[in-house]
């Protein structure tokens, strides 16, 4: 079997996120969507068909596909059976949503008679966090045993606990009453740390000393935490390494939050969050009471940041100083609550360039293209070179 994952019309609902890698790149749990599917099909090979501008770094494959998969669809038993039982020429769909299809001409559409779960908005990766987590984890730890861990962990519920290989967790408590706690290959748990689950920690992640964590909650490859936090999603190699509250929010890769920086998920009133949509061009009713941040890969904030329920924060942008900036940053913003400019281009190139070698990635010319055409699709939202023009 070979694989493809297409991005369907409805990418722009995704982003910031999907600026920069398609949609079966997103992290749902310990595995990407991608990532999911290839575990339980094992391909020869797969690819994307994606944006033009990530083709380069997300490459579709050669030749004669066999069958093509929605990049937004994870996976379920009936979902899996479906999709394997296509024959040449069958599409399978969801009402009007396309979720796989076989190659060939097409011969017959198929509607799926069973539930399906697809990300449609940023928010749904921390929703869905707690199936995923389970289901991962199932994934994962089969026909595999867990490192026991040190006397000084205290262990409590009825949840597995798995430890891979190289993991260091000393002085901790860890409740699996919730679900599952999976501490992935030399990632790290500090002293005085109270984790509650779902938790998964991938490879290299670390809670920093005395961590509060509330799951579900997904710390993607080598993230650090710190403070408190509860159903956040982290895609990867990002930081929240010091005191102060983020929950129900999504980090892209190579996001810093700064010392002491907190994010609202509540509104005061108890109404549901509107955040802010590309696609639509304004704040749309998430149906959600609980929504923090929404933040793209290589955004930062500097300490003391404070951020509004539902804020939405562009790909690299980097937020400073008092007051709350509003709840739609764009992509390539430098400023906060006082007002913007933009970030110059080659400046945050530079800045990538230095942060990404620290997790031994390197900022090539495929990076750089990536960020130079965001830079360009995302003009328009900086109203402020508008206005300045």
Sequence with gaps: MLLHFFDDDTIQHLYPLTLTRPAADLRCGMLTIAEKWVRYFKP?????????HLAAKYKPLQGNVTHHINGRLLPSKAAI?????????????KGATLLARCS??????IQADFEVALISRPYDLFINAGCCIQQDFELLTQGKTTQVLNPTVQVLGDFPIFVEEGAKV???????GNGPIYIGKNAEIMEGCLVRGPLAMCEGSVLKLGAKVYGPTVLGPYCVVGGEVNNISMQGYSNKGHDGFLGNAVLGEWCNIGADSNCSNLKNNYEDVKVWNYATGKFDKSGQQFCGLIMGDHSKCGINTMFNTGTVVGVSANIFGSGFPRQFIPDFAWGGASGFITYK???????????????????????????????SLTA??????????
């Design 345 to 375: 281009l080659d400046a945050a190139c530079k800045t990538a360039g230095l942060v990404m070698p620290r997790r031994k990635k390197e900022f090539n010319e495929t990076e750089k293209a990536i960020m130079e055409s965001v830079f």
């Design 44 to 52: 020869e090979q797969f690819g994307y068909t994606t944006l033009p």
């Design 380 to 389: 328009g939202w900086r109203n402020w070179e508008v206005s300045n023009e």
């Design 81 to 93: 059976d479906a999709i394997g039982n296509l024959k040449s020429g069958q599409q399978l769909w």
């Design 170 to 176: 000393n002085c901790c408590v860890l409740n699996a």
């Design 104 to 109: 060939g001409e097409t011969t017959s559409d």
